[in-house]
């Protein structure tokens, strides 16, 4: 049987609604997603996790109720045996991961982690927002620095860091100025009104060419302590895997 940590992960969050296309809405996967999902696990386990008599409203089996809740029960007892260890021991790694425009929390949060929490190594990566969402909800990330949460369900640890504002560039119209994230999302007819598009994953580059060439983008201001309105938040997440107090040792080094 292969691993299905993250299936069965998805599996227990999404039985707590009616049927599959009430559970998409609610943890952060389309409905083909979850679909292919679900048809994983009872594949693997040779189960049937869907009623799909009515077409329209599949509800959930009562074996897809008493696998979340065996998946859920094997998860806190893994959380207390890791904090029992982390009570008594040095965390030896975490891997980070950030928006490139929030780099400089994520460089003090690493720099905090090292002096006063006591982490030997840390991995710190720049993603786009869907790719760190998505390394994230794969259980590759301990720690993200993000502006948006992961899907729409409520997450253990996080924490609101600050803001950060988006600012519009006009400068040419002639390029459209995009990351991947924002290309995925916009209105590709409104696109066509730009005679060239520019899509970079990497905010450094966006500014390059805005700066050097000229365009049409948002780009984000410098992260900042505190509230605004009409602001992005500054997100620093943890992972459901993470030590209750791991996660308040960073927290409380951040805050003094």
Not at 65 to 85: N, T, V
Not at 88 to 105: K, P, R, W, Y
């Given at each position: 049987m292969q691993q299905l940590y993250y299936e069965l992960s998805v599996l227990s969050k999404a039985v707590h609604f009616k049927n599959l296309s009430a559970a998409a809405l609610h943890?952060?996967?389309?409905?083909?997603q979850l679909s292919r999902i679900i048809a994983k696990i009872e594949d693997e386990l040779k189960i049937v996790l869907l009623d799909r008599s009515a077409k329209r409203k599949s509800g959930w089996t009562g074996v897809a109720?008493?696998?979340?809740?065996?998946?859920?029960?094997?998860?806190?007892?893994?959380?207390?045996?890791?904090?029992?260890?982390s009570n008594?021991?040095?965390?030896?790694?975490?891997?980070?991961?950030?928006?490139?425009?929030?780099?400089?929390?994520a460089l003090k949060t690493c720099r905090l982690c090292f002096e006063e929490?006591?982490?030997?190594?840390?991995?710190?990566?720049?993603?786009?927002?869907?790719?760190?969402?998505?390394?994230?909800?794969?259980?590759?990330?301990?720690?993200?620095?993000?502006?948006?949460?992961?899907?729409?369900?409520?997450?253990?640890?996080?924490?609101?860091?600050g803001f950060q504002k988006l600012e519009k560039i006009e400068s040419n119209t002639n390029f459209a100025v995009l990351s991947t994230f924002e290309y995925g999302r916009a209105n590709k007819k409104e696109l066509e009104d730009y005679p060239h598009l520019f899509v970079s994953n990497?905010?450094?580059?966006?500014?390059?060419w805005l700066e050097n060439h000229g365009?049409?983008?948002?780009?984000?201001?410098?992260?900042?302590k505190g509230r605004a309105k009409d602001a992005e938040p500054v997100l620093m997440i943890g992972?459901?895997?993470?030590?209750?107090?791991?996660?308040?040792?960073?927290?409380?080094?951040?805050?003094?």
């Open positions: 943890v952060g996967l389309s409905q083909p109720f008493q696998l979340a809740e065996i998946f859920e029960k094997s998860i806190r007892r893994l959380e207390l045996e890791m904090q029992g260890i008594n021991q040095m965390v030896a790694e975490l891997h980070i991961g950030t928006l490139e425009g929030l780099s400089d929390f929490v006591g982490v030997k190594k840390i991995t710190l990566d720049i993603f786009d927002l869907n790719e760190l969402e998505a390394n994230f909800l794969s259980g590759n990330l301990d720690l993200i620095f993000t502006s948006k949460t992961p899907g729409r369900q409520k997450f253990k640890y996080l924490e609101e860091l990497s905010l450094a580059m966006r500014k390059s365009g049409t983008g948002h780009v984000p201001t410098e992260a900042k992972s459901e895997l993470l030590s209750p107090v791991l996660w308040e040792n960073i927290t409380a080094a951040i805050e003094r």
